[in-house]
Every structure is written in structure tokens, then in C-alpha cells.
């Protein structure tokens, strides 16, 4: 129940291609989901966070789409260049206590 | 203003040997969480303070660890007795803590090998 589960595992995409990242989750306590961008040596960044109460979030580029019934979210990577290549991370928390990640999806834009 | 930062970058020991990391958080961060990433992984949960009290401890964090964070601003985190199955990246994040401001930002991490 405290898993979360992140698909695909590796994604490689055109320049200017929509990469899309997946992530399902079994708890339904879980009530803010973010998603962070780390590189290689780095800690990771936040990118990007949604509350279950909304379906969609956008913010630049980026975009969460959020599915509370079925208990998966996603990122969208609109118009993505070859410095968005990093590994990605979905999360989960619970009142602002611990993340508990996915697996991570290795992103390579090629220009 | 200054985010979160981490010291040493990196650190090689000897099996066996003591090593302690320091994580310094965002000024006003009331919550500060240690986690552990191995290569290829997610980032995994060892513990968090809320000032100065250790909320939470997560099973991964045998007897051999120790963190604290005694005034409430920079946290700790001892390991005892390293073995090679430490050896990994440590992440620190802080957090504002109150209301409903969840957002976690992330230091640089200590890597650790452990020989």
C-alpha cells in the first residue's frame, strides 16, 4: 500500500516530441504528489506537485494529469529539448511526512 | 537565499570506520528528512525531525544509524561501523512544516563508498 509504481523505466524521444511518464499509486491517504527532475551527481529538483482535489496542473512545460478513481497521475514534457534528458521521479506523501518515490524514468531527448 | 546544503560532498572510509554528514536546511524550514538512493533507485526514506523531535524512523535505518538535530536547525546523520552496503548517496530535504505547504527541496547529497 505504500508503493508507488512508475512506468516506462527508460524513454527516448525526438526534440520537440511529449515524453509522458506514469505513476500509480495504492494508497488513498497519499494527498500531494510531486514530481522531481535529478541529474546525474545531483540532488533531485522539484519540478512540478499536485493535490488529489485537481485534475490537471500546468506549469510551463510541464504538465500533471492527475486520475483519482483510478489512482494514477502523470507528467507530460511539452516541446522537450535535450536538456530536459535527466532521470525522473514521481512521489507520494501524507500530510507533508515522508516522499515515498517511484522508480524513476530515465528521459534521453535527442536533438 | 540559500538552499539546502550538505557537507562532506563526498566521502570515502574504510569498512568498519565512523562517518557523520551534516545537512544544513532552508532558514525557516521547520521539517528536515534524510533519505538514501543507490544507483539506479529512487530516493528511500531513513527518518525526519520536526524541530528538533525525530518523527518518524523508517526500518532501514538499523542500530548502526544515528541522526539528530539538536537545536532544531542542522541535523546529523551518524553511521557506525560502515559496511559495503552503505555505500550510497544521501540526500537531505527540509520542508516549511506547518499548514498545508508540503513541498520538499533537496540538498546536493553526500556520496559514500564504503571499502
Known amino acids: 500500500q505504500q508503493q508507488v509504481k512508475q512506468s516506462p523505466q527508460s524513454l527516448i524521444v525526438q526534440k520537440g516530441g511529449i515524453p509522458i511518464i506514469n505513476c500509480a499509486y495504492e494508497?488513498?491517504?497519499?494527498?500531494?504528489f510531486p514530481w522531481y527532475q535529478q541529474f546525474p551527481g545531483k540532488g533531485p529538483a522539484l519540478l512540478i506537485a499536485?493535490?488529489?482535489?485537481?485534475s490537471e496542473k500546468k506549469e510551463g512545460r510541464f504538465t500533471i494529469s492527475f486520475n483519482k478513481s483510478a489512482k494514477q497521475f502523470s507528467l507530460h514534457i511539452m516541446d522537450s529539448q535535450p536538456g530536459d534528458s535527466a532521470t525522473y521521479f514521481c512521489?507520494?506523501?501524507?500530510?507533508?511526512?515522508?516522499?515515498?518515490f517511484g522508480q524513476g524514468t530515465e528521459l534521453s531527448v535527442k536533438p | 537565499d540559500t538552499g539546502v546544503s550538505q557537507d562532506p560532498r563526498h566521502k570515502i572510509t574504510k569498512r568498519g570506520q565512523n562517518v557523520t554528514f551534516r545537512c544544513d536546511p532552508i532558514?525557516?524550514?521547520?521539517?528536515l528528512y534524510w533519505y538514501r538512493q543507490t544507483l539506479g533507485q529512487g530516493p528511500e526514506f531513513l527518518t525526519y525531525?520536526?524541530?528538533?523531535?525525530?518523527?518518524?524512523k523508517s526500518r532501514l535505518l538499523s542500530d548502526r544509524f544515528s541522526a539528530e538535530r539538536p537545536k532544531g536547525s542542522f541535523s546529523t546523520l551518524e553511521i557506525q561501523r560502515t559496511e559495503q552496503g552503505d555505500s550510497a548517496m544521501y540526500l537531505c530535504?527540509?520542508?516549511?512544516?506547518?499548514?498545508?505547504?508540503?513541498?520538499?527541496?533537496f540538498g546536493p547529497g553526500t556520496r559514500l563508498t564504503v571499502t
Open positions: 512521489a507520494a506523501t501524507y500530510q507533508g511526512g515522508k516522499l515515498i
Open positions: 525531525f520536526q524541530n528538533e523531535a525525530q518523527l518518524e
Open positions: 499536485i493535490r488529489p482535489d485537481v
Open positions: 532558514s525557516e524550514h521547520n521539517r
Open positions: 494508497n488513498t491517504a497519499f494527498d500531494y
Open positions: 530535504a527540509s520542508s516549511l512544516g506547518w499548514g498545508d505547504v508540503y513541498e520538499q527541496y
